[in-house]
């Protein structure tokens, strides 16, 4: 599976959107762009993904560049509930198994 | 939520001794998996299984060993703990195992291995 880079960390203003932008250059034609979030030690929590088009779920957007070298994903309206650390990763379509998980993005939400 | 739970959800063992994580899933799902996650860092698949009895390593699978008799239970075994085997483990499940198959995490259990 491609390997991601995210920024370490963000701040976002509360009811400001937050972008969070994900490069996985090496990504291949069958690989899907996942993006989870975990709060505070809970399990990860699945929020969007996508192949080549934007999506948008009542969580978040997903933006996918056109070479699909790299996504950004939207929080529209940040709250503070929002706080936590968000991972980009990408599977393959048939190989779940392999799903792997970088550091992720620590985002905080500042009132 | 997804019906996963994990048992136990903390434990304090010694080294050498074995011990065995329970997952539990009501969604009939036929995926599970098994992450390690360590302080400030992403999670690491140990082992998954795409069915019963059927399993396959991730990429830090060494020193675990995993069993699946039943749709609803994996379980994960540490046969003798080690100090480096402290994290917080997380059990998962998809529908399928392809791209577009979401998973879901359980709540996690907290292991020391002193």
């Known amino acids: 599976d491609a390997k991601t880079t995210q920024p370490t960390s963000m701040d976002c203003a509360e009811g400001r959107a937050a972008n969070l932008p994900c490069n996985h250059s090496?990504?291949?034609?069958?690989?899907?762009v996942y993006w989870y979030r975990q709060i505070h030690s809970q399990g990860p929590q699945y929020i969007i993904h996508?192949?080549?088009n934007n999506e948008t779920n009542e969580m978040a957007s997903l933006i996918i560049t056109e070479d699909r070298k790299s996504s950004t994903l939207i929080l529209p309206h940040a709250t503070l509930r929002d706080t936590a650390v968000y991972y980009c990763?990408?599977?393959?379509?048939?190989?779940?198994?392999?799903?792997?998980f970088g550091d992720g993005t620590t985002l905080t939400v500042k009132p | 939520d997804a019906g996963i739970t994990q048992s136990p959800r903390h434990k304090v063992t010694e080294t050498g001794t074995p011990v065995t994580l329970r997952c539990h899933q009501t969604?009939?799902?036929?995926?599970m998996y098994w992450y390690r996650q360590d302080p400030g860092h992403g999670l690491r698949l140990i082992h998954y299984?795409?069915?019963?009895?059927?399993?396959d390593k991730g990429e830090v699978s060494d020193g675990y060993s995993v069993s699946r008799s039943k749709t609803e239970d994996f379980l994960l075994t540490l046969e003798s703990a080690t100090s480096s085997q402290t994290s917080v483990y997380f059990c998962?499940?998809?529908?399928?195992?392809?791209?577009?198959?979401?998973?879901?995490f359980g709540p996690g259990t907290r292991l020391t291995v002193l």
């Open positions: 299984s795409y069915g019963v009895k059927d399993t």
């Open positions: 090496t990504i291949s034609g069958n690989e899907y």
């Open positions: 969604e009939n799902h036929r995926y």
């Open positions: 996508g192949l080549k």
């Open positions: 990763i990408v599977r393959v379509r048939t190989n779940a198994g392999k799903s792997t």
């Open positions: 998962a499940i998809s529908e399928g195992g392809g791209g577009t198959d979401t998973q879901y």
